[in-house]
């Protein structure tokens, strides 16, 4: 049976792509998931951005879709959700059979999806929430 599409949704803000979005896109790349994942970046229209993330997926053969948002879907509600609605796109969008999140300042570590999916394929589970925190010093 071919492992199940697992879709990241990735929401950033122009100006971002010289901070850590190159790493958490690169960690989105590392997984050890046998099967596809679809990385989808929600960002306002962003050449350099655009570059980069094509530049970094190529490699590795994996799907990806960058979905740019102009000016004209902000409005009153958006503007002051915090991101939420960027969140909410790329969750509409996601063609992945489950949906993962992972902010454009975080990483996952190279196990990540592999280790969550079979957790809730043993738990028989239909949807999960999992938070790691790590601290500066590793503990």
């Known amino acids: 049976m071919p492992e199940q599409l697992i879709s990241i949704v990735t ?3 122009p100006g971002r792509e010289h901070l850590l979005i190159e790493r958490c896109m690169t960690s989105v790349l590392a997984q050890d998931w046998q099967g596809d994942i679809e990385h989808v970046i929600v960002s ?22 960058f979905v740019e948002v102009g000016d004209n879907w902000r409005n ?12 909410m796109l790329g969750s509409y969008l996601a063609l992945g059979d489950f949906v993962g999140f992972c902010g454009d300042d975080d990483e996952l570590l190279p196990h990540h999806v592999s280790a969550h999916i079979a957790t809730m394929r043993q738990a028989g589970a239909v949807w999960s929430l999992s ?9």
């Open 44 to 65: 306002d229209e962003n050449p350099t951005l655009r570059a980069m993330m094509l530049e970094l997926h190529e490699a590795t053969g994996r799907p990806v879709r």
């Open 11 to 13: 929401p950033t803000l």
């Open 131 to 139: 938070k790691i925190d790590f601290w500066a010093h590793g503990e």
């Open 76 to 87: 009153e509600v958006t503007l002051k959700s915090t991101g939420g609605v960027a969140w």
